[in-house]
Nanobody, 125 residues
Framework: QVQLVESGGGLVQAGGSLRLSCAAS????????MGWFRQAPGKERNFVAA???????YYANSAKGRFTISRDNAKNTVYLQMNSLKPEDTAVYYC???????????????????WGQGTQVTVSS
């Protein structure tokens, strides 16, 4: 089993940056595919970015060119660097992990077995 703890959220002005971190428990972190999702009030949880155990990365169109996902297996941590933030990026951001999600389904929240508690990101205009 994997436990995930997100950190790094906060309040930032439009155009600013934040770096989210997700620390994972367990010795097999490097085998897990990791994803970031976000959920705004009253909306469904949406894919933001993912990184496979092979370090191949994927991004939602809304994140491309502004967000960067990375992982440090020695620290059991995955990061989401968010630049040029917009008010529409405001949401609770969740980290997720799964060892078996396929490439074609890596964008789907229901494919991930493990989730963190979320961290709030608020971007003011």
């Amino acid at each position: 089993q994997v436990q995930l703890v997100e950190s790094g959220g906060g309040l930032v002005q439009a155009g600013g940056s934040l770096r989210l971190s997700c620390a994972a428990s367990g010795r097999t972190f490097s085998r897990y595919h990791m994803g970031w999702f976000r959920q705004a009030p009253g909306k469904e949880r949406n894919f933001v970015a993912a990184i496979r155990s092979s370090d191949v990365t994927y991004y939602a169109n809304s994140a491309k060119g502004r967000f960067t996902i990375s992982r440090d297996n020695a620290k059991n941590t995955v990061y989401l660097q968010m630049n040029s933030l917009k008010p529409e990026d405001t949401a609770v951001y969740y980290c997720a992990a799964d060892s078996g999600v396929g490439v074609s389904r890596i964008f789907m929240a229901n494919e991930y077995d493990y989730w963190g508690q979320g961290t709030q990101v608020t971007v003011s205009s």
